[in-house]
């Protein structure tokens, strides 16, 4: 067996702010840290709005984080973004430069900033390496969201070279488990679905609507995997380019549909509503460099949306 990397960096006796604890992302980052005996700074909203810059500023100076991980961000699915294009770009721009602005002023050791798998371009040769960023046209449905992203990246590649601040940027393919948003509209398509099969049980339904043509295809990461994976780059990784986090393999939204039909046990049919948009034709990662630096995702597809429904149906998430 292969000697374990050399850790980089050590979380432990740190002092970890994650920003956006109460998000799916940021909870399931907690909980990796508390499995590691850190207990991370976190704050609430009324305490510090990350949108304001002054507000920023003073919770930093404050409370002097050592190690920051970037996980707050206003997220949603394909509808969300299409309705709501300034709240996508404006409020995750802010986000991004306020908090690793106030980063650098304080003299934080380490960042993780947060993405996604879209900031790539919408025909992105598959699967997708970090060298595809920037080589073509954005998914119209999510540019804002990318575009805020694909700054957030470029922030820390500029305060690396400037200030050689150790910053770095992972960005997940799509997300999904304990925690989610099950908006009926504004949510992603794991928890839309979710959703829309459990209630078509309880009510009888003859048939649950998928959106789109059902052909699109995406790699979904199980959220505590993400959450492994953000600490296993936070201590083994430092470097200006992105990295990716996935699971290397991708699925149908048809596909993804019947396993959780399967999983919340709907017996009716599906149906594919072709006025909705498809989004992106595919976005599957290539994870060769994070599986280079020793880590992989662990949950299967099956076991993850397993858990997810678990969780809604104990009432977790947002918007139920
Ligand atoms: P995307 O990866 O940014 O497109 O994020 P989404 O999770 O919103 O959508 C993924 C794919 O699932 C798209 O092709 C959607 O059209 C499709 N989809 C099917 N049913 C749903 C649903 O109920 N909600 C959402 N959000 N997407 C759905």
Avoid at 130 to 149: H, S, V
Avoid at 233 to 256: F, K
Avoid at 269 to 295: C, I, N, Q, Y
């Amino acid at each position: 067996m292969a000697e374990p990397l050399r850790k980089l960096f050590d979380l432990t006796n740190r002092s970890v702010y994650v920003a956006g604890h109460r998000g799916m992302v940021g909870a399931a980052i907690c909980r990796a840290l508390a499995d590691r005996g850190i207990r991370p700074l976190v704050a609430t909203r009324a305490e510090v709005d990350l949108e304001r810059q002054d507000a920023t500023e003073a919770f930093f100076r404050r409370r002097r984080p050592q190690v920051v991980i970037l996980a707050a961000a206003h997220v949603g699915g394909i509808k969300a973004n299409n309705d709501f294009p300034r709240d996508f770009l404006y409020k995750n721009l802010m986000i991004a430069a306020n908090v690793i602005e106030a980063a650098q002023r304080n003299g934080v050791l380490k960042l993780a900033f947060l993405g996604s798998s879209c900031i790539y371009p919408k025909f992105a040769k598959q699967p997708i390496t970090e060298d595809e960023l920037l080589t073509g046209a954005l998914e119209p449905t999510n540019e804002w969201y990318a575009i805020a992203k694909i700054t957030g990246i470029k922030l820390v590649q500029a305060y690396r070279r400037q200030y050689d601040a150790d910053m770095i940027a992972l960005m997940p393919s799509n997300l999904y488990g304990p925690g989610d948003n099950y908006h009926p509209e504004h949510s992603h398509v794991v928890a839309g679905l979710i959703r829309r099969f459990h209630e078509a049980k309880l009510s009888g339904a003859p048939s649950v609507t998928i959106w789109g043509t059902g052909t699109p295809r995406r790699e979904f990461l199980y959220v505590d995997d993400c959450a492994e994976g953000v600490l296993h780059a936070l201590e083994h990784y430092t470097g200006e380019s992105h990295l990716n986090l996935g699971t290397g393999t991708d699925v149908t939204i048809a596909d993804l549909a019947r396993l959780i039909r399967t999983i919340t046990e709907y017996e009716g049919e599906l149906e594919f509503d072709h006025a909705r948009p498809d989004g992106t034709p595919r976005k599957l990662l290539d994870v060769s460099r994070m599986r280079d630096l020793g880590w992989k995702a662990t949950t299967t597809l099956e076991a993850g949306l397993a858990k997810a429904y678990a969780d809604f149906l104990k009432g977790g998430g947002r918007n139920r």
